[in-house]
Each structure stands twice: as structure tokens, then as C-alpha cells.
């Protein structure tokens, strides 16, 4: 089966400083989907960020940037100035045509901003 | 405004009953899922409807039944045959075809006592 693969379990952040989470993906569909969630402690699932696989420029969203490096099939999500509210655990998901574009989900990291 | 609505939000069942969790929603979206979340861990896929009248598993739909009756309905039930059924549930839809947003609702807390 594909897989979504996050290996930072948990990650603590400086408020203000930037913090990059890892993915890797590892699809052969030439098209497909990534995506980011932020999932906070209430459990609601926010959409962050999307990047297509034929997009030739990297996703910005605000605070948020996704870092796509499609030879190395990595998604890595970048968020800019930390947050307090930036504290909650992130998701990174993909959906491709062989997988009737259902989303499969990483197992998540946790981010911890500090005052 | 649209957006997906699940019911209840917290559930509590004692072992061997089923439950059935409601989830609607009116973004009039084709496609509609049905996850599963353990804490500290990701989303897995119990079932998906890509279409009224039509449903597919996912990576554990063991245990679990849906019904897809109406476009905007996708109810799931947690029968008794779960041996594990504590989870957050949580319920999302999308446009049909391609790579589109999964738009989620708020979650269901299902506690079997």
C-alpha cells in the first residue's frame, strides 16, 4: 500500500521562529495531490495547504509553505513566525487516481510553540 | 453557511450495542468518508461513497456498516461484531474526481463502557 510518512513525532518551537515538518510520500501516479491539516486539541481537522504534483511553484498560504521536492518525494510543510495558536498536531495527507483520490493520512506531528 | 455536521459529539455505548453516528452535510459534494482516529495517531479510512446507493471499504471497515440513501447523508453504524470501537470518529466529504480539499466535520467521541 502507498504510504504517507512523518518522522517527527513531536517538535517544540520557539515563538516567532520558523519550524519545517517533514513528509514523504511514495506514490507512483504521475498525478496526485498533497496536503496539509492542523488538527488542535478541540480535534477539529483545518485544511492548511495543497500542492499539485504538475504544480511547478511551491504552495504559499500566509505563514504557511509547502517545500516540494518531487524527485526526492517530499512534502515538507514550512510555517513561518511560530504562534501560540500554532501549537497542535499536523497532519500530511496525498490523494492520487489509482487510489480513487481517497486521502491517506501520515501519522502526524505534534508541535509545541514556546513563549 | 455549509459546511458537514456530525452527531452526537460524544457518545457513550456499553459493549454490544451498536451505534449509529449521523454526519450530513450541504456543500452538495459527491464523494463522502468516514475515519477513524486513536489518540496520538492519524486518520484510517472506514468507509467512502463516491456516489448515492454506492459504497466502498477502507483499510478497516471490519465492524462497521454505512448506508448512502441520500446525497447529503452518510451515516455510519458501529455494530457490536467492533472489538474496539473507543475512538474520535470523524466524518469528511469532497468534489468527486481528482485531487480536491477534504472538507471534515467537527468529530464523534464514541466511549464504550
Same mark, same amino acid.
Given at each position: 500500500?502507498? !504510504? =504517507? ?32 491539516? !492542523?488538527?488542535? @486539541?478541540?480535534?477539529?481537522? =483545518? ?18 509553505? #509547502?517545500?516540494?521536492? !518531487? ?7 514550512? =510555517? ?6 500554532? @501549537? ?13 483520490? !481517497? #486521502? ?12 | ?19 449509529? &453516528?449521523? %454526519?450530513?452535510?450541504? *456543500? ?14 492519524? *486518520?484510517? &479510512? ?29 451515516? &455510519? ?12 470518529? &470523524? %466524518? ?17 467521541? *464514541?466511549?464504550?463502557?
Amino acid at each position: 500500500a502507498q !504510504k =504517507i510518512t512523518q518522522t517527527q513525532p513531536g517538535m517544540f518551537v520557539q515563538e516567532k521562529e520558523a519550524v519545517t515538518l517533514d513528509c514523504t510520500y511514495d506514490t507512483s501516479d504521475q498525478s496526485y495531490g498533497l496536503f496539509w491539516y !492542523k488538527q488542535p @486539541s478541540s480535534g477539529e481537522m =483545518i485544511f492548511l495547504i495543497y500542492q499539485g504534483s504538475y504544480d511547478e511553484q511551491n504552495a504559499t498560504e500566509g505563514r504557511y509553505s #509547502l517545500n516540494f521536492q !518531487k524527485a526526492r518525494k517530499s512534502a515538507n510543510l514550512v =510555517i513561518s513566525a511560530s504562534q501560540l495558536g500554532d @501549537s497542535a498536531m499536523y497532519f500530511c495527507a496525498e490523494s492520487y487516481y489509482s487510489n480513487d483520490y !481517497k #486521502l491517506s493520512f501520515g501519522a502526524g506531528t505534534t508541535v509545541t510553540v514556546r513563549a | 453557511d455549509g459546511g458537514i455536521t456530525q452527531s452526537p459529539k460524544y457518545l457513550f455505548r456499553k459493549e454490544g450495542q451498536n451505534v449509529t &453516528l449521523s %454526519c450530513e452535510q450541504n *456543500l452538495n459534494h459527491d464523494a463522502m468518508y468516514w475515519y477513524r482516529q486513536d489518540p496520538g495517531q492519524g *486518520l484510517r &479510512l472506514i468507509y467512502y461513497s463516491q456516489i448515492v446507493n454506492d459504497f466502498q471499504k477502507g483499510d478497516i471497515a471490519e465492524g462497521y456498516s454505512v448506508s448512502r440513501e441520500k446525497k447529503e447523508s452518510f451515516p &455510519l453504524t458501529v455494530t457490536s461484531a467492533q472489538k474496539n470501537p473507543t475512538a474520535f470518529y &470523524l %466524518c469528511a466529504s469532497k468534489l468527486a474526481g481528482g485531487t480536491g480539499e477534504l472538507f471534515f466535520g467537527e468529530g464523534s467521541r *464514541l466511549t464504550v463502557l
